[in-house]
């Protein structure tokens, strides 16, 4: 399901915008969704492996490591300042009236008001398997479309997500969204090496149950929720506050992102989507502003999901 060109650009992008090196870990997690995709792809590059050049390795480490927006718990109850899942949420800015035509993200680039769809799984976007046991990739999701109304103020991100202009994807005050489909889980978040050591089934159930279940994991009691038409579950997981430790980074799933921050928050709606699980997260810090996060549940809110 990549695209040369879409691969080109994910992968320049992410170099631009994003660190100078890439984790060891990551790199060897692209490198492996590289040696497990099917070979009937017109893929116009040599196979490489993992003695393949420290730049190549990168670049390919940067389709898969893409948008880290740093994310975890929003904050429940009366009075929260964080917006989170049902009832939880300070008031969102009203969102602009979409324009007649929908636009598509562009990398990098500064996202004039308006609707903007995208399709995250066909060419170019995120697995679910990732070198998993008995896990088949489908050509079932290539065409579900996400649809979401963005306000003034933020950034097409590499490989179907959006960021914080002025805030980045990072802390202190950074946010984000993006969309996956969830996936196997490590053992050890802060340092195990690919492919995901923890099994993940397809369902909506499969993927709530694991990381609830994960013993090194802070998730929150699942919530009953439905977006878009589509029912699912709501849970937030929270990033730890030191993870200077880690020897790469901080990664609970695959194919997925790495924390850009400690204490990051993320924010998962994980949704049934006509037997489809799909991820949307959305993803903040403490320190990102109550209007900045009351315009990331709007966007959260205004998706619209075409199968």
């Given at each position: 399901m990549n695209d040369d060109r879409s691969l080109e650009?994910?992968?320049?992008?992410?170099?631009?915008?994003?660190?100078?090196?890439?984790?060891?870990?990551?790199?060897?997690?692209?490198?492996?969704?590289?040696?497990?995709?099917?070979?009937?792809?017109?893929?116009?590059?040599?196979?490489?492996?993992?003695?393949?050049?420290?730049?190549?390795?990168?670049?390919?480490?940067?389709?898969?490591?893409?948008?880290?927006?740093?994310?975890?718990?929003?904050?429940?109850?009366?009075?929260?300042?964080?917006?989170?899942?049902?009832?939880?949420?300070?008031?969102?800015?009203?969102?602009?009236?979409?324009?007649?035509?929908?636009?598509?993200?562009?990398?990098?680039?500064?996202?004039?008001?308006?609707?903007?769809?995208?399709?995250?799984?066909?060419?170019?976007?995120?697995?679910?398997?990732?070198?998993?046991?008995?896990?088949?990739?489908?050509?079932?999701?290539?065409?579900i479309r996400f649809m979401f109304i963005v306000p003034d103020g933020w950034i097409g991100g590499s490989v179907h997500s959006i960021y914080l202009a002025d805030g980045g994807k990072a802390a202190p005050g950074g946010a984000g969204l993006i969309f996956s489909r969830g996936g196997g889980l490590y053992a050890e978040p802060c340092g195990d090496e690919p492919p995901p050591n923890i099994p993940v089934g397809p369902t909506v159930d499969d993927f709530v149950s694991a990381l609830v279940d994960h013993p090194k994991l802070d998730v929150t009691t699942p919530i009953d929720i439905t977006l878009a038409g589509y029912a699912g579950k709501y849970v937030d997981l929270q990033v730890p506050s030191d993870i200077s430790a880690c020897p790469a980074s901080y990664f609970p799933w695959e194919p997925g992102i790495y924390a850009q921050g400690p204490g990051s928050r993320w924010h998962l709606w994980i949704l049934d989507v006509d037997g489809i699980r799909v991820v949307v997260q959305s993803t903040d810090y403490v320190g990102t502003s109550p209007q900045r996060q009351a315009e990331l549940r709007a966007i959260v809110e205004s998706i619209q999901i075409e199968p």
């Open positions: 650009r994910a992968a320049r992008s992410w170099l631009e915008d994003g660190p100078t090196q890439a984790p060891d870990r990551a790199v060897e997690a692209a490198l492996l969704h590289i040696e497990t995709t099917s070979q009937e792809r017109d893929l116009r590059i040599p196979w490489r492996f993992r003695d393949m050049p420290t730049l190549a390795r990168v670049a390919a480490a940067a389709v898969i490591g893409v948008l880290v927006i740093g994310g975890a718990i929003y904050a429940f109850g009366p009075g929260g300042s964080s917006f989170g899942g049902p009832g939880s949420a300070p008031s969102p800015t009203p969102s602009p009236t979409p324009s007649p035509t929908v636009g598509v993200i562009r990398p990098e680039q500064l996202l004039p008001a308006g609707q903007y769809g995208e399709t995250p799984f066909g060419p170019g976007g995120m697995g679910v398997c990732f070198g998993q046991a008995g896990c088949s990739e489908t050509a079932a999701d290539d065409t």
